[in-house]
């Protein structure tokens, strides 16, 4: 059971690097660096994590698991697609942020809700150590939530001012 649980967190994992990817691709294509810089932060940090939790599940358990195709809808293609960035409009950009932050709080939202579930199931069973391997991803993405929950709730109580938008971006950069 224990093995079942944390391949369907591994899998999570594969379908949350190829969001952060699409997501750094759109950012930068839009030209907000420090938007696109924070995806490629989660990008490389989930794929570390991911590395980490597999190395459990196959030490732990001494038996092959193979990763799913990741289950995520390309964030980049479905807003840019045939689209000229030279010929983005301030619409065109407005309509991008809000749509890619309301997506990535939906799949951090998403995300929590499934860990939280696979955390219960272990505790549920019994497995209490498998259940601490889980716990610190559960604090993780609960931590990441909170931050893009902020950052959504200051860009609406703005209505997406794009000027505002563009001047935060160097500090998220750093």
């Known amino acids: ?12 994992f594969q379908s ?10 759109l950012m930068w294509f839009i ?3 420090g938007f696109a810089a924070l995806h490629e932060f989660q990008y490389a940090e989930e794929s570390q994590t991911q590395r980490r939790l597999k190395q459990y599940i196959l030490t732990t358990y001494r038996t092959p698991v193979y990763d799913d195709a990741p ?12 689209k000229d960035r030279k010929n ?11 749509k890619s932050w309301v997506e990535y709080e939906r799949w951090e939202t998403d995300t929590l809700a499934l860990y939280e579930q696979c955390g219960k199931q272990l505790i549920d069973a019994g497995h209490m150590a498998d259940y601490e391997a ?3 991803i559960i604090c993780d993405v609960s931590a990441e939530l909170r931050n893009v929950s902020d950052i959504l709730n200051a860009m609406q109580g703005m209505d997406y001012d794009l000027a505002t938008i563009t001047s935060m971006q160097p500090e998220l950069q750093e």
């Not at 059971?1 to 999570?12: A, D, G, R, T, Y």
């Not at 289950?71 to 045939?82: A, L």
């Open 134 to 136: 889980l716990a610190p």
């Open 31 to 33: 030209s907000l660096d």
């Open 1 to 12: 059971m224990s093995l079942e649980i944390l391949s369907q967190v591994n899998n999570q």
């Open 71 to 82: 289950t995520v809808k390309n964030i980049f293609k479905d807003q840019m697609d045939g």
């Open 88 to 98: 983005l409009t301030g619409t065109d950009k407005w309509t991008c942020i809000q």
């Open 16 to 25: 949350a690097v190829a969001f952060h990817r699409e997501s750094a691709d």
